[in-house]
């Protein structure tokens, strides 16, 4: 799997958009980007994933550049709830797999602070 | 929510002693990943399976062990546990490489 880098932590004023960029610069063309986020002590959650155009859901928009070596996942409308880390993995297209390739590792995220 | 369950959610045991944690799925998902997670860090896989009786090692495999004899549960065990292993531990569930993968609510242990 490609290597994510994002940043260590970023801060959002309640109501604005959130902005989280996500490098993968080696991603290769069968691998998808998806956005995961942890709240406080729970599991993971997922957000939205894709592969070459944008996409957005009920929760958040995803935009992958051109070269897609990177991308950024959209909060439009940050709320306090939102307060979280947010992780960015790249996973190989398919509908099976063995081995290795079934891996599925996570970085160490952006924590996300909302505030007032 | 997808059918995920962790057993026990918590656990304090002595150093030395064996640990096993239950992983159980009701969504017939043919992935299932154990992870550790520690304060200020992310994710760490452990051990991850690819099927009944296929399984592999992580990232952070020493001292753990793991069994998968029926597609719904995954064991993680401890053999003879640490307080280094005083930890929380996430399962979590993947049908295929192009769904999402969910998580339980995790299971905190203790190594005294």
């Known amino acids: 799997d490609a290597k994510t880098t994002q940043p260590t932590s970023m801060d959002c004023a309640e109501g604005r958009a959130a902005n989280l960029p996500c490098n993968h610069s080696?991603?290769?063309?069968?691998?998808?980007v998806y956005w995961y986020r942890q709240i406080h002590s729970q599991g993971p959650q997922y957000i939205i994933h894709?592969?070459?155009n944008n996409e957005t859901n009920e929760m958040a928009s995803l935009i992958i550049t051109e070269d897609r070596k990177s991308s950024t996942l959209i909060l439009p409308h940050a709320t306090l709830r939102d307060t979280a880390v947010y992780y960015c993995i790249v996973r190989v297209a398919g509908s099976t797999y063995t081995g290795t390739a079934s891996k599925l590792t996570f970085g160490t995220g952006t924590r996300l602070q909302v505030t007032l | 929510d997808a059918g995920i369950t962790q057993s026990p959610r918590h656990k304090v045991t002595e150093t030395g002693t064996p640990v096993t944690l239950r992983c159980h799925q009701t969504?017939?998902?043919?992935?299932m990943y154990w992870y550790r997670q520690d304060p200020g860090h992310g994710l760490r896989l452990i051990h991850y399976s690819y099927g009944v009786k296929d399984t592999d090692k992580g990232e952070v495999s020493d001292g753990y062990s793991v069994s998968r004899s029926k597609t719904e549960d995954f064991l993680l065990t401890l053999e003879s546990a640490t307080s280094s292993q005083t930890s929380v531990y996430f399962c979590a569930i993947h049908g295929g490489m192009n769904t999402e993968a969910f998580f339980g609510q995790g299971t905190r242990l203790t190594v005294v």
């Open positions: 894709g592969l070459k």
């Open positions: 969504e017939n998902h043919r992935y």
């Open positions: 080696t991603i290769s063309g069968n691998e998808y």
